[in-house]
């Protein structure tokens, strides 16, 4: 997954190798090159720092206490801090209305609509669960053909209202249909833009007032890297979302959203997309994603 990060890391942490004990300078040596590591990966400057400086103060002092390598020490502090800044746990998702509802939001070519299908899968699949989705992107027809295939694939109903423009009415009388006919999740697909505008933060900010989801989900292209970070933040402001979707981890991504992302709007990545089908998503375990930065 982040090769290049991995490599990065192991060659820093190699640096301990064959020094009895940690000491200020060979600690200074190797959280220079994992902080250079870091920011090659696309990770914001001051959550580099912030890091490195951690790292720093437990390594000095639990030096002391451990029999383990002073390699094998740097690695264990590095990977206890990149879980905890992770998030820690795995965040669930909240399922407990009636129907729950689940907002998708994010950028245009973010993966939402994908994502919207897998986890419709998911929850029928692995939760038990009778979900219907919602194709609420009325600007674009091939958005809604696109959901329709997703449906028809897995054997979920989509509800679309053609000709009708306001998303948030559609999202309202889809709520109204899932009660009426025994849906216990409501996926509600929506809009997204090239760019964050007002326009898109208004149309999504509306719909969430009108629907009050249980969950709102952001969905975020992991190879877009510091500005992943950045459409996070403003969707944050404007949604207070739940939770975080990073797609697209199957590719040649440097990892910088998947560590930074928690700790600048302080809200757990809850699902990865890993690939196209319908079945590439995985629930995000800070210790597993933390196991394959360290390669
Ligand atoms: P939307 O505009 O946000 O609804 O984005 P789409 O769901 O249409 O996804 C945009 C493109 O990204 C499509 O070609 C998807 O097949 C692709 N895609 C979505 N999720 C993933 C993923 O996890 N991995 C890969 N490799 N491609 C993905």
Redesign the pocket.
């Known amino acids: 997954m982040f090769d290049n990060l991995s490599d990065k890391l192991d060659k820093a942490f190699h640096i301990l190798k064959g020094h009895g004990k940690i000491t200020e300078v060979n600690v200074a040596d190797t959280l220079k090159e994992v902080r250079r590591a870091l920011l090659d990966a696309d990770v914001n400057f001051k959550i580099a720092k912030d890091f490195t400086n951690r790292v720093k103060e437990k390594a000095l002092g639990q030096d002391v206490l451990t029999n383990l390598q002073p390699g094998q020490l740097m690695v264990k502090i590095v990977k206890d801090e990149l879980i905890e800044l992770m998030g820690g746990e795995a965040a669930g998702i909240n399922l407990s209305g009636n129907p729950s509802v689940i907002l998708m939001s994010?950028?245009?070519?973010?993966?939402?609509?994908?994502?919207s299908g897998k986890l419709a899968n998911f929850l029928k699949s692995k939760k038990s669960k009778n979900p219907l989705l919602v194709a609420c992107d009325v600007y674009r027809p091939a958005?809604i053909n696109?959901l329709h295939v997703v449906g028809e694939q897995l054997g979920v109903e989509v509800y679309s209202e053609a000709g009708n423009m306001n998303p948030v009415e559609i999202a309202q009388n889809a709520i109204k249909h899932a009660k009426a006919n025994g849906f216990n999740v409501v996926i509600v697909?929506t809009a997204?833009r090239l760019a964050v505008d007002e326009e898109m933060m208004n149309e999504i900010a509306n719909i969430h007032k009108a629907i009050q989801p249980q969950e709102t989900l952001f969905?975020v292209d992991a190879m877009t890297g510091q500005d992943a970070v950045n459409t996070a933040k403003a969707f944050n402001d404007r949604l207070n979302f739940d939770g975080v979707i990073l797609?697209?981890?199957?590719?040649d991504t440097r990892g910088g959203a998947a560590i930074s992302i928690k700790s600048v709007v302080n809200k757990p990545i809850k699902f990865i997309?890993?690939?196209?089908k319908m079945d590439?998503i995985d629930v995000f375990y800070p210790n597993r994603m933390a196991d394959r930065i360290l390669g």
């Open positions: 994010g950028l245009q070519g973010s993966g939402k609509t994908t994502f958005a696109q697909d997204g969905v797609t697209k981890l199957d590719g997309g890993t690939g196209e590439a």
